[in-house]
């Protein structure tokens, strides 16, 4: 086979090449007489002659040949911003000052459970209760995010801090080797984490098996776990956990968080856009950053509400206003103007009537706080009781508007049926004032005949 290509298949003839032969100690380089190899020191003719060939089925002529060398060193901002320290946990003050607190006063429970939908912050803040726990000198609740311990446990390499993902490792062994493994001390650290993500996803056997060693560990051991569904954890292994529920973040905050990382991005973005991918990501920070992260990827150093809006189908702010105005006004004609003009759009209706649904509250909270009426609605003056049909028939017709064939028409239909709703009089509410008519006829007549007497 020197100096001659293997054939690649049956009955096919190839182009016959330079041999090229595998580098003596240098894995990945090879060498060819007269060319030498690219990356290592020149191989001598003494070398090649002990070299293995390696054949090839292409043709290369006149240039050194080297395995490339791929490497990527592009974070996303989901992962590059992360939170490090307490400090940079946002929108979850009441969990980082409790556990501050536990730290500075040696409280520190054994087993803790974080509770909060997606993107809120419960496995990053596992990870910096990790850290805390065994930094150089701790356990510290104002750690050095530098420091070779914090390092490592934020690359995953820490070996006392423990990940486990709750969905794939679920069932009756994996609990029994984590119970054979706790008894072991430290190698690192001065306690060993164990920070089980999505544990709802446990089997009940799994749980059972878990109980004693979640009641009594040993003191060099700590369990954190994290959920999105509370409901599914057993109650035997709530009742053994400080149970922390981590609420969604308030826009503000996300605009803000996001504001301070277009800034360091050098990215140019509008108040309206941040705005837009606040009230897209309902309440998660990853998931505003994700949003932010593909924005950048779609408009580049420069980011406006129109660019969000046509990307992930939002209406903006201001039509849904508009649409608000016309349900409060009853306005069926700008209704089906509105809606058609964002179907025509291609705009997501389910997420408009979830905008709308959000609108209609926020101005039913406002007419309570006022003593029972708000105009806050396109300033037409409405009463709790109207808001409250008006917002329970956009509920109602969510099924129809998400499952349904037609979903502009269902749409059309749930909003002018709100309407209509809306105008309705409660019978209850009726025959309460024809009462108290009727109590204050027979009263009037009595003081007329006492007034002709």
């Not at 909060?116 to 990790?130: E, H, L, Q, V």
């Not at 905050?253 to 837009?276: N, P, Q």
């Not at 979903?407 to 309460?432: G, M, Q, Y």
């Amino acid at each position: 086979m020197h100096g001659q290509a293997r054939e690649l298949r049956q009955d096919r003839k190839v182009a016959t090449v330079t041999t090229f032969s595998q580098c003596r100690g240098v894995p990945g380089h090879f060498f060819c007489p007269g060319l030498g190899c690219a990356g290592a020191p020149r191989t001598t003719d003494r070398d090649a002659e002990r070299a293995q060939p390696v054949d090839f089925p292409f043709a290369l002529r006149g240039f050194r040949f080297g395995l490339a060398k791929v490497s990527s060193t592009y974070q996303v901002i989901a992962r590059k911003w992360r939170p490090q320290t307490f400090d940079d946990v946002v929108g979850q003050d009441h969990v980082v000052r409790t556990l501050r607190n536990a730290i500075g006063r040696n409280r520190i429970a054994h087993a803790y459970l974080f509770v909060g939908p997606r993107g809120t912050g419960k496995t990053s803040t596992a990870r910096i209760f990790a850290k805390a726990l065994n930094c150089t000198g701790g356990p510290r609740a104002d750690f050095d995010a530098n420091d070779p311990a914090c390092l490592a446990i934020a690359e995953g390499s820490h070996l006392d801090v423990i990940e486990i993902d709750g969905a794939s490792n679920n069932g009756v062994d994996q609990v029994r080797e984590l119970r054979e493994t706790v008894r072991y001390a430290p190698a690192q650290g001065k306690f060993k984490v164990y920070i089980i993500d999505e544990v709802h996803m446990l089997s009940p056997a799994a749980f059972n098996a878990l109980l004693k060693t979640l009641e009594e560990p040993p003191a060099h051991v700590k369990f954190v776990f994290a959920t999105t569904d509370p409901q599914k954890v057993l109650p035997t292994i709530v009742s053994r956990c400080q149970r922390f529920d981590l609420k969604p973040i308030p826009p503000e905050l996300i605009v803000e968080r996001l504001k301070r990382i277009a800034a360091d991005e050098k990215i140019r973005v509008s108040d309206t856009a941040l705005a837009s991918i606040a009230r897209l990501a309902d309440g998660g920070m990853r998931d505003a950053q994700s949003i932010l992260d593909q924005m950048i990827s779609f408009c580049g150093s420069e980011i406006t509400e129109p660019d969000v809006l046509d990307v992930y189908g939002l209406v903006a702010a201001g039509k849904v206003e508009e649409l608000g105005a016309a349900l409060s006004a009853g306005d069926h004609r700008k209704i089906v103007a509105v809606v058609d003009e964002c179907d025509s759009s291609g705009r997501d209706l389910v997420r408009l009537l979830a905008d709308v649904q959000a609108l209609v509250r926020t101005v039913l909270l406002d007419a309570i706080a006022q003593g029972g009426r708000s105009s806050r609605l396109g300033g037409v003056s409405m009463t709790t009781e109207q808001l409250t049909r008006l917002l329970d028939g956009l509920r109602e017709g969510e099924t129809s508007v998400k499952l349904g064939l037609a979903e502009k028409i269902n749409f059309e239909v749930t909003l002018l049926k709100a309407v209509e709703a809306s105008r309705a009089r409660a019978i209850d509410s009726l025959i309460k004032e024809l009462a108290a008519l009727a109590e204050d006829a027979p009263s009037g007549g009595a003081g007329d005949e006492k007034k002709k007497t």
